[in-house]
Protein backbone atom coordinates (compact mmCIF):
# COMPACT_ATOMS: atom_id res chain seq x y z
CA UNK A 1 0.00 0.00 0.00
CA UNK A 2 2.71 2.01 1.10
CA UNK A 3 4.37 1.30 -2.33
CA UNK A 4 1.14 2.33 -4.31
CA UNK A 5 0.62 5.48 -2.32
CA UNK A 6 4.54 6.52 -3.65
CA UNK A 7 4.15 5.73 -6.89
CA UNK A 8 0.79 7.91 -6.99
CA UNK A 9 2.74 10.33 -5.72
CA UNK A 10 5.62 10.28 -8.32
CA UNK A 11 2.75 10.34 -11.16
CA UNK A 12 1.59 13.56 -9.61
CA UNK A 13 4.33 15.10 -9.00
CA UNK A 14 5.53 14.24 -12.92
CA UNK A 15 2.15 15.45 -14.22
CA UNK A 16 2.44 18.70 -12.41
CA UNK A 17 5.78 19.66 -13.94
CA UNK A 18 5.06 18.34 -17.40
CA UNK A 19 1.89 20.38 -17.17
CA UNK A 20 3.77 23.57 -15.89
CA UNK A 21 6.13 23.43 -18.47
CA UNK A 22 3.59 23.61 -21.49
CA UNK A 23 1.96 26.66 -20.03
CA UNK A 24 2.60 29.55 -21.91
CA UNK A 25 4.16 32.38 -19.54
CA UNK A 26 4.31 35.66 -20.70
CA UNK A 27 6.37 38.50 -19.05
CA UNK A 28 4.89 41.98 -19.35
CA UNK A 29 7.37 44.52 -20.23
CA UNK A 30 7.03 46.12 -16.73
CA UNK A 31 7.73 42.92 -14.94
CA UNK A 32 10.97 42.04 -16.84
CA UNK A 33 11.88 45.85 -16.11
CA UNK A 34 11.21 45.07 -12.43
CA UNK A 35 13.96 42.29 -13.32
CA UNK A 36 16.23 44.40 -14.71
CA UNK A 37 16.27 46.95 -12.26
CA UNK A 38 16.50 44.28 -9.33
CA UNK A 39 19.89 42.64 -11.03
CA UNK A 40 21.12 46.36 -11.58
CA UNK A 41 20.46 47.17 -7.43
CA UNK A 42 22.05 43.22 -6.48
CA UNK A 43 25.06 44.37 -8.93
CA UNK A 44 25.21 48.04 -7.55
CA UNK A 45 25.46 46.86 -3.91
CA UNK A 46 28.19 44.13 -4.34
CA UNK A 47 30.03 47.16 -5.95
CA UNK A 48 29.20 49.69 -2.75
CA UNK A 49 30.42 46.57 -0.39
CA UNK A 50 33.71 45.49 -2.23
CA UNK A 51 34.81 50.10 -2.75
CA UNK A 52 34.24 50.01 1.30
CA UNK A 53 36.06 46.54 2.17
CA UNK A 54 39.61 47.53 2.94
CA UNK A 55 40.59 43.75 2.12
CA UNK A 56 39.60 43.93 -1.49
CA UNK A 57 42.09 42.21 -3.62
CA UNK A 58 43.68 43.48 -7.04
CA UNK A 59 41.21 40.81 -9.02
CA UNK A 60 38.06 42.40 -6.75
CA UNK A 61 39.39 45.98 -7.94
CA UNK A 62 39.91 45.06 -11.19
CA UNK A 63 36.18 43.78 -11.80
CA UNK A 64 35.21 46.63 -9.81
CA UNK A 65 36.68 49.07 -12.88
CA UNK A 66 35.11 46.84 -15.49
CA UNK A 67 31.59 46.98 -13.55
CA UNK A 68 31.63 51.09 -13.02
CA UNK A 69 31.05 52.46 -16.49
CA UNK A 70 28.84 49.79 -17.27
CA UNK A 71 26.49 50.42 -13.68
CA UNK A 72 26.83 53.62 -14.69
CA UNK A 73 25.05 53.57 -18.28
CA UNK A 74 22.92 51.32 -16.65
CA UNK A 75 21.86 53.93 -14.19
CA UNK A 76 21.06 56.38 -16.97
CA UNK A 77 19.43 53.75 -19.13
CA UNK A 78 16.97 52.43 -16.96
CA UNK A 79 14.81 54.73 -15.62
CA UNK A 80 14.70 56.48 -19.62
CA UNK A 81 13.44 52.98 -20.86
CA UNK A 82 11.15 53.13 -17.36
CA UNK A 83 9.68 56.24 -18.57
CA UNK A 84 9.34 55.03 -21.93
CA UNK A 85 7.28 52.15 -21.02
CA UNK A 86 4.89 54.95 -19.01
CA UNK A 87 4.94 56.73 -22.11
CA UNK A 88 4.39 54.07 -24.66
CA UNK A 89 7.71 55.44 -25.98
CA UNK A 90 9.69 52.59 -25.52
CA UNK A 91 11.78 50.88 -28.21
CA UNK A 92 13.46 47.58 -28.55
CA UNK A 93 16.40 48.97 -29.28
CA UNK A 94 16.76 50.31 -25.10
CA UNK A 95 15.65 46.96 -23.95
CA UNK A 96 18.38 45.10 -25.92
CA UNK A 97 20.98 47.67 -24.81
CA UNK A 98 19.57 47.05 -21.34
CA UNK A 99 20.01 43.40 -21.79
CA UNK A 100 23.50 43.94 -22.76
CA UNK A 101 25.20 45.11 -20.50
CA UNK A 102 22.93 43.62 -17.87
CA UNK A 103 24.30 40.11 -19.62
CA UNK A 104 28.31 42.46 -19.61
CA UNK A 105 27.47 42.22 -15.99
CA UNK A 106 27.04 38.76 -15.29
CA UNK A 107 30.25 37.46 -17.44
CA UNK A 108 32.21 39.86 -15.26
Do not use: W
Not at 32 to 55: E, F, R, T
Not at 88 to 108: F, M, S, V, W, Y
Request: glycine share 6%.
Amino acid sequence: MRKLKLAFIVVAVLALCVSCGTMNVHVTPEGSLAGMYKIYNDQYDDYQKMAKDPNTTEAQKEVMRKKKPILDKLGKLLPVYDSGLISGEATDKQREQITDLLNELGRL
